[in-house]
């Protein structure tokens, strides 16, 4: 097993270059979309695809990640609901604890069931202490994990939480409102964070513009995710790429 993406993800934070992350659900994405997102992507330099979601009925993960596998090199981290979201088409999966949460099934129990599988593959592994933050209405990932996210604005806990994920050996900090957030995580948050723990900080949920992406990055956030938004309006991945990117040139 490699180490790569990881170390990838530690010198860009290390070094301030931030990074976009594009979500896709592979559930709800629509014919010919994917060779879309895909095509503009490439163009923009996206830096990953996150692949996943909280809860999928089609069995659609290997129809998303097979044609981006065969037309891009951008790196896939599967950003899995549960232990079948496995696959080994993918470069890398987010481990994720809900360390947010306090549903054993999703802080250790899934793990137990994937750890054979991502064994016996090349898949890398990144540790990952995930973080529910409200967003101002349920999400499927709130309904779905049966945890209750921390308060939007209890800093405090959000700060807590990320500290003992860091103590406890995880790699890094998944902050997320959920998909289709009302309100986005705040700066003050994310910043509180920052300023306490050493790790990346991914930040995904209801981020729908360029501002607000810039925004969380001079905040602390080394990897902006957007999934929702783009697939609505696929277009926003130039705008929010170029707005990701510039942050090192004019900070
Ligand atoms: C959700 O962090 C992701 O888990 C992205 O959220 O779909 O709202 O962009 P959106």
């Known amino acids: 097993m490699t180490n790569s993406l990881y170390t990838s993800l530690l010198n860009d934070h290390q070094k301030h270059q931030?990074?976009?992350a594009v979500l896709l659900d592979p559930d709800k994405i629509a014919p010919g979309h994917l060779e879309i997102l895909t095509r503009k992507a490439i163009d923009a330099s996206v830096d990953y695809f996150f692949v996943g979601g909280s809860l999928l009925v089609k069995d659609s993960m290997d129809d998303c990640l097979a044609p981006i596998k065969a037309n891009c090199d951008i790196p896939v981290i599967l950003f899995p609901g549960n232990a079948y979201?496995?696959?080994?088409?993918?470069?890398g999966i987010f481990f994720l604890s809900l360390i947010s949460g306090r549903n054993p099934e999703l802080l250790i129990g899934q793990h137990v069931i994937a750890a054979p599988l991502l064994k016996e593959s090349d898949i890398?592994?990144?540790?990952?202490?995930?973080?529910?933050?409200?967003?101002?209405?349920p999400t499927a990932a709130s309904y779905m994990s049966s945890t209750t996210p921390i308060p939007h604005d209890k800093n405090d806990i959000a700060v807590c939480t990320a500290m003992a994920g860091e103590m406890l050996g995880l790699k890094l900090i998944?902050?997320?409102?959920?998909s289709g957030a009302r309100n986005p995580i705040s700066e003050s948050m994310i910043a509180a964070i920052r300023e306490k723990i050493d790790l990346p900080i991914v930040v995904g949920g209801g981020i729908c513009d360029a501002?607000?992406?810039?925004?969380?990055?001079k905040a602390g956030a080394d990897v902006i995710v957007v999934g929702n938004a783009i697939e609505k309006e696929p277009d926003l991945i130039t705008e929010i790429a170029e707005a990701i990117h510039s942050f090192e040139t004019v900070s």
């Open 85 to 91: 979201q496995v696959n080994a088409k993918a470069d």
């Open 18 to 20: 931030k990074k976009f």
């Open 124 to 137: 890398e592994v990144i540790p990952t202490g995930y973080m529910l933050i409200n967003g101002g209405a």
């Open 211 to 217: 501002e607000k992406a810039y925004l969380n990055c």
């Open 174 to 178: 998944y902050m997320d409102a959920g």
